[in-house]
């Protein structure tokens, strides 16, 4: 593709996702032996960026279940994170800190 048509496409592409989801868009990797990328990894881009990914070849948009399991993941490291970080206030309370990390352990 040379850059005259990649680029009137990348446009093209931008102003499609800014009117489907201005705030970002969920995008999956395409499998490429030449760059070890694995096929689905999910991101969460702006319509620039993925009109661009998609543009060049390397990403598409992500399917409705693919979606799903980002945000099933990304709600329960939320969660283990939630509890982590409660465990961690209550252990620094309990030595007398008022927060944040001890770095004098």
Do not use: C
């Not at 409705?64 to 620094?92: C, P, T």
Request: glycine fraction near 10%; hydrophobic fraction near 35%; avoid cysteine.
């Amino acid at each position: 593709m040379n850059l005259k048509n990649y680029w009137s496409a990348v446009r093209a592409l931008q102003s499609e996702f800014e009117a489907k989801s201005p705030g970002g868009l969920h995008v999956s990797t395409i499998k490429s032996e030449d760059s070890g990328r694995p096929d689905g990894a999910v991101s969460i881009v702006s319509p620039e960026l993925a009109a661009k990914l998609v543009a060049k070849g390397s990403h598409r948009l992500s399917s409705e279940q693919e979606i799903a399991e980002y945000q099933a993941m990304h709600a329960r490291r939320g969660a283990l994170l939630g509890v982590k970080s409660r465990e961690l206030g209550r252990e620094n309370r309990e030595r007398g800190q008022k927060g944040g990390i001890d770095y004098a352990v």
